[in-house]
Every structure is written in C-alpha cells, then in structure tokens.
C-alpha cells in the first residue's frame, strides 16, 4: 500500500506553521512524528493533500524547567523524554508510559503530543500526564490558552482543539516532597500492541500522621476517554497510606470509576478486575517512591 501524495510544509517557527493552518484550514494535518497520521493515511483513514509538519520548529522539541513548573514541549519524543534528566528524577511516570509505547524504532519518531492528540482512550503517555496535573499549552493566530489535560479529550480520537489551533506542550508542576507516581500498562505483548488497561497513580502523604494527602489516579481503555478515577481518589484522601486502603481504592476505580467495553483485546469483565488490581499495585508503588 503507497502513501497517497500530499504538500509538504515544515515551518521553522510557530507563528509560521499557524499561519499555514489557517490558510489551509481543514484540508491541511498537523503531524509530529507520523506515526499515527503516516499510518491513517497509508490506509486510506484519513484524507489529506497537505501536510504541516512540526519537526522543525525547535522550541516545541524542548524540555524546559524554572523553579516550579516543567514545560515539555508538544515534539519531544518518547525516547527524548526517557532519557532527560529531569523527566526521570522528577516524572518518572512519564519515563514508564514512554518506555511502555511502541517498539525503539517507534519511540525514536513518537511524540508526546501526537500520542496526546491522536486522543486514543489507550494512549499510552496520557494518564502519566493526568497523573502529573499537567495543562495542555494550545496556540492559535490569535489566542493562547491552557487547559486542564482532563478536560482535553472529548472522545475517541475528538480533542477540545478547534481547527487552527495547534497543542504547543504540556505544563507541569515540580511534584511535592514526600509524593511519588507509577504506570503500569497491561498488554498481551510487551511491545507494538495497544494496551488492555492502563493505570496511572499518584500520591502524596504526610510523614507524620502517615495519611494520604493528595492522589490522583487517572484509568485508560475503560471508556471513551483515558479518566481521572475520583470516586477512588476520594475514598483515598485521608486514609492511612497503607496496602488496605490501596486495595479499598482499587476496588472503587473497579467498581465504580470504569465503565469499559468488550472487545477484540479483551473482555468488559477482565478489564474491570485488572483496574482493581494495578491501580492498588500503582498506589503501592507510588508510596514507595514517596518513602
Ligand atoms: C507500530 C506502532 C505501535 C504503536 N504502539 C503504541 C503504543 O504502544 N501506545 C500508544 O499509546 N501508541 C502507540 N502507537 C501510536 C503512535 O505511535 C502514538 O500515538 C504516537 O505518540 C503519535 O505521535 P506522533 O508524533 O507520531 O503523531 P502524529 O502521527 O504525527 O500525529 C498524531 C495526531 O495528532 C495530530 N497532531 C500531532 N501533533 C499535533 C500538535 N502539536 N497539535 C495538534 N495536533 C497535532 C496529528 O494531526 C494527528 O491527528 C503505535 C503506532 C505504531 C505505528
């Protein structure tokens, strides 16, 4: 199967690459790292003669940190992100979900932002960014604005961004002493599929009362969107950090958070035991990091 032809444009700067989209419109895609649209349009998915490619726009590659805030931008890539420093001490969440993606060869050319805007409810990087609090940094010609990353996705492969605007990167701030974070992706082989589930947790406790402070807890291929789990969250918060208060909140994420489907990779049912047993296994995990 042949790539249909198409335009290529490569914008050196951002006001460049949102002046083509708003010349083009709906006709032009956005790409990163291709992985997805290269694929979409080989298979005759999606339709397109003109391409804006990101790639060479330099800020949106970089991965920037002041005092309180990491900027990551929309073009890192998922190898980019594993091996920064900063990504690994402070985030190292995001370092699993973007080691858990793809194959070498795809992580070399995936992007943080394509995986975010392919809006995939089994996107791998995603509940590692809810987990974060992250904002979603977007651009148009005329506006600037940040979301919430919960509030970004509207459905399968549906985001909050209108057509000329583009996500520039991902705002996040410094995670607080005594908090950690873990990912696990459940997948029937270790690389190149889709997951069956994948769970993100957070968590923050007081070493004093040795209670949780603060979680979040973010669940993928259970709806049509990854989700923020906050019946459990709220069960959690104020509960001794401790293996029964884990199992209490994965039974809620199990019982009351998710709502998954059956499907080819697996059933309704398996799909809702395993949100019970790796979110109590991320919390775990999280509160030995924060140790
Ligand atoms: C063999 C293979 C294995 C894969 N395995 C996994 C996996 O394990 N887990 C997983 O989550 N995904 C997987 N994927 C999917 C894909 O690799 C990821 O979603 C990847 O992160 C997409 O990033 P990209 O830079 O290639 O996106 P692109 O293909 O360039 O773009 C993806 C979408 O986002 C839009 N877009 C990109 N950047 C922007 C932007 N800045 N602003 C607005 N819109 C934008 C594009 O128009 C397009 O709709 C796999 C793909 C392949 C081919």
Redesign the pocket.
Known sequence: MLLPKFELHEPVSIEDALELKQSHGTDA????????????LKKKV?FTDTII??LQIKE?SQITQTNDTVIIG??A??AQLSASPVIQEKFSAIKT?CQ????H???N????????????P?????PALMIYDAKVM?ESADNKRELPIKDFFKGP?K?D?TPN?????FKLPIPPANSGAHYI?L?KRQ?????VVNVGSFLEYDPDTKKVLNTRIALGSVAATPIRAEKAENLLKGKPAEESSFYDAGEAARKEDCKPIDDFRGSAAYRQAMIGVLTKRTLQAAFEQAK
Do not use: F
Not at 29 to 40: K, Q, S, Y
Not at 165 to 169: D, F, H, Q, S
């Open positions: 895609r956005l790409m990163a790292g291709g992985t997805d649209v290269l694929v979409l999606i490619s990101l949106l929309t073009c890539t998922m979900a858990s993606l793809g194959s060869l795809i992580r050319r995936a992007t943080i932002g394509g995986n975010c805007c392919n809006a995939s089994a996107g791998d990087t995603i977007i492969g985001t961004l605007e583009i996500l520039t990167g992706q997948g690389s190149s599929e889709i997951n």
